[in-house]
């Protein structure tokens, strides 16, 4: 089986690394850029460092800052009309995954003459769009290195991934100081997320050589980090962990593909509006330990690189183990979330599955065929512990 890796140009890490921004934006020769972002990161003045070193590189700076979280087709067809009538030749997102993705849409969409609702219902934009620098805010999506951008169909309840290579982003700026600031709850959420794509790109029947380095070398680094950023979020050394765990999750996302947690944490998103990483964070061990027997092998590689102690078990003791440290991880990051508040509730599982179940481009990747009652004792396992 062949296999194939879309990759990012560049990425540029570590703590003051923001200050690169203007010769990177620059590099593409651009003179105007547009800063896309949402409020939450524009009002804690996190674009402030770059409009400023921007200017000060006498580089035209707007900012558009109302990316809403979780965007839908309609709100990201807004923040294009705002960043058309900029007229730029560069964008940079500072924000989550939600200013990320709508970036990358925005992009495109200045370049080809397709529109959104078309891309969404399957039609391919044929040239990249103007350079994309991602500095991400949130250690969770990988959005800043995936080919992937997703966007909330409000009409059918459901959240459509759009995937093409020529949406990977051009330079990912990976500054750990911009998500110091990140709420506990977020950091632990979009953290589960990390891990989520790195785990399920491992498992994933898509998974190969190339994915499976960048998969296996994320979990040590969120194994080694992720409650240290809980616990202390100035923690500089560990959030820069994260955050290229998180780049690596997004790599691996562009060669290989998530499975299952993705998949039934859809339609929680979709008709729920729960946010992305919590839906995920809380399936994950849930839908992990049914995995388990499918996936005996990989379960002990991961465990082994989470530096669990396993020397003198049993592949299947490790595997064990490793489960029980998924379950340990959300304890520890008190992953939380009130479904009935949210109206989701024994009755509507059934809804749950058949929107799981549509989400064949995640779910035929899972190592195993999981059967309608396993999904159902998934989803019952969920509510009873976030009620
Ligand atoms: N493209 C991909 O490959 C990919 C992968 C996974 C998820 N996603 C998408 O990404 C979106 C979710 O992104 P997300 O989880 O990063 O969350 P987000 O971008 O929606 O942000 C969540 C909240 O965190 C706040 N925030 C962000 N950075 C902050 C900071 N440093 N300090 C304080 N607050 C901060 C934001 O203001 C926002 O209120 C969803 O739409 C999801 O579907 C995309
Ligand atoms: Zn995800």
Redesign the pocket.
Known sequence: MSYQLGSIRKIVSGEGSLKELPEIVKSFGAKAAVIVT?D??YR?G?TKGAEESLAAAGIKVSVVHDVP??PSVEQVEKIFEQAKAHQCDAIVAI???????TSKLVSLMLTNKVTLREMVKGKKPSVRGVPTIMVP??A????EA?P???VLVPEEQL?VGIVTDLMISDVALLDPS??A???AH?TAN?GI?ALCHLMECYISKKNNLLSESFSLHGIKLVEKALRRCYKTPSDLKARELMQVASTFG?IA?ASSSTTAIHALSYPL?GRYHI???LANAILMPYVMEVNKPDCIEKYAVMAKAMELPCAGRSDEECADLFVKELYALNSDLNIHCDLKAKGVTFDVIDDLIDGASKVTRLLGNNPRDLTREEMRDIYEKVLKANS
């Open positions: 949402d939450g990161v804690l996190l979280p979780e924000g989550g995954g939600s200013a990320m993705d805010t949130t969770g999506t990988g959005s995936t992937n951008a997703i959240k911009m998500t600031g990140l709420p977020i979009t997320d997004g996302i998103g946010p992305h990483g």
